[in-house]
């Protein structure tokens, strides 16, 4: 009897396949080496191809957000918390905004080291500054803003994405503060004689770098990324059947620095879903070709703000549909607002 229980326990705990994950997985496989054999013409063939150029311009991004995913999981919470500051306070949300910026990553790198923060004990204001701190999410890609926009625009986009994460960030706290949102469960307060540098030093002091302890890092940072990767290769899916079926190129002539053309950036950013190297590109030519840099900020903020990968990656990683709905109803007034001085200016 206490066999057949024990049996029944065992096929309990026995997870599920997941479908999401592994279908996704093999799409987006089959499409990335059918690129190499389809015509760019025809629905296959742009399909196959928008695949391929999104997983080429992901890819650095993702495997270095895997390796740092990897190297957290490893990092004592302490030095992690203590590089971030004590979570709830502003000088915190300052150095998980600084973070965010300087990080050189695309969206999604940025997106699996952002929740692994919050796995490792940053606060929910803290991991929302880090996500929203730079629409783009990646210092070269600023650096190519400055060439495409100049360096008035670049650093117009560049101080309100920051204020933008700052404000996020206060009011995320805040409400966890007042219990409108949960506290996260990682939570760790260091000791009153803890000092960075010193705990820094004798941790390092400590490693030792090997092929196979190399190869577990990665494996380990892959393990931890996998959850977030499912909503990945799925956006790249739904980004790449958007592209075959509605042309990035002819939202240009729709963009114009009126409210209509506000609403309509919102719009598309919100459904279609590039990496951070796609949006700067295209949010340039809305800028300069449109005549609308408000809807050029918001293009690029939206993106972080309603995403779908995000949304559904804050979710999984916090189990509260309330927060990942109140990133949206948080920061979409403020890059409305903005957007509509920025076009004025």
Known sequence: MNDCCDKKEVVKKKKKFDWLLWGSVVIVAVAYFGSFFLSKEGGAGVFSQSIFDLMNKMSWGLALGILFVGILAKLPRELIVGVLGKGGTFSGI??????????????????????????????????????????????????VLWALVGFKWMAALLI?????????????????????????????????????????????????????????????GLKGSRMILRWIFFGVILAALIRTFVPPE?????????????????????????????????????????????????????????????IMTLRETTGSWKIAFFLPLVTLPQIVILAILMNGM
């Open 250 to 310: 002819s939202f240009s002539t729709f963009f114009g620095p009126t409210i209509g053309g506000l609403g309509l950036t919102l719009l598309v950013a919100t459904i279609l879903e590039v990496c951070s190297e796609g949006s700067a590109p295209i949010a340039a030519d809305i800028l300069t070709r449109a005549g609308a840099p408000g809807n050029a900020f918001a293009f690029l903020m939206t993106g972080v703000s309603t995403d779908y990968t995000e």
């Open 160 to 220: 309100f994405s920051m204020v933008i994460a700052v404000i996020s960030g206060m009011i995320f706290d805040w409400l966890v503060k007042r219990g409108i949102l949960p506290e996260n469960p990682n939570k760790l307060d260091l000791p009153k004689d803890f000092r960075f540098f010193p705990e820094l030093r004798a941790y390092l002091g400590g490693v030792k770098i090997s092929t196979s302890g190399s190869f577990k890092l990665l494996w380990i």
């Open 94 to 143: 300052l150095r998980a905004t600084g973070a965010g910026v300087m990080l050189d990553l695309c969206s999604h790198g940025i997106l699996l080291i952002g929740m692994q923060l919050y796995r490792r004990g940053a606060s929910l204001g803290q991991m929302i500054a880090f996500l929203v701190a730079s629409p783009w999410n990646s210092l070269s890609l600023t650096l």
